[in-house]
């Protein structure tokens, strides 16, 4: 299941601690980034032990625009992981709120 830009600006906006995760690049992130923990598409597979505990835990995955976070939702929940959301439409949403 996928999660707006606006519940999760709203969530922030509350100080909920959520499990967010950037699945770009060290420079994007560097360039704009909500403070999710930073794990690059292509470094998760060897990174995914790094959520160990979080499986039945919601975990929201989000990129530039959804395409990659796409991606690594589906890779976590064939590795375990029980609620990934996406974000639609990743930063580039998010910024335009």
């Not at 770009?24 to 032990?49: Q, T």
């Amino acid at each position: 299941m996928d999660i707006t830009v606006q519940e999760l600006k709203e969530r922030l906006d509350k100080g909920e601690q959520l499990n967010i995760i950037d699945v770009r690049e060290p420079n994007e992130y560097e360039e704009y980034n909500i403070g999710a923990k930073l794990i690059p598409l292509g470094e998760l597979p060897y990174r995914v032990d790094e959520l160990d505990g979080l499986q039945d835990e919601e975990v929201i995955v989000h990129c530039r625009s959804g395409a990659r976070s796409a991606r690594a939702q589906q890779f976590l929940e064939e590795n375990g992981f029980n609620n990934v959301r996406n974000v639609t439409g990743g930063m580039l949403a998010y910024q335009a709120l």
